[in-house]
């Protein structure tokens, strides 16, 4: 039988999103992760003391994966193209709500519950930073306060999408349609100078 040789913390973070997704992040104990490692709970705590810091570890998994990819992004991205492309690529992923569902319950849990409201800000400023830098490497005499104002008022319509795409769709409006209109507001939005 062969042995998974990723390191224990990395294996329980995707172990945590598996059982999220099956039984609900509320419904994951500490001990259904080191369950499903094949460890005891004591040896998950050493590398994640409690659920906060499982939570924490996660969402800073999550927000590396984007940064990484947001760089992809603004290193191909041909110039006065970047925060446009951008756009795009955060609202195609906001959309695809399924491949980041554990996401989406920490933020669900963030109204009532302190290490998923500090998770999800940390999330949130690492989103917001590489719009407004987006933002900037493309307008570069825009100040960087009225930068960050702008991608704000992008990012809050942008988180709006997962929950309008399917009654939009149900009403007959194409959901790729939707997409392409809100990547082309948000970039109006961001480059309009009043």
Known sequence: MATDARPTAMRALEYLQELALEKGLDDVSMRDVAKRLGISLA???YHYPNKAALLDAFVSQTVEGYRRRIETILATSP???RFANLVRFAATETVQTDRH???????GRASHDDAARHAIGLFLASYLTAMR?????DVPDMPPAKALLKVSLVVSMLEGLPSLIEPACDLGLDGETLVDSAVQTATALALWTP
């Open 133 to 137: 830098d987006a933002l900037i490497a």
């Open 79 to 81: 110039e006065g193209e």
């Open 101 to 107: 569902g554990v996401l989406a319950m920490i933020e």
């Open 43 to 45: 040896a998950l705590q």
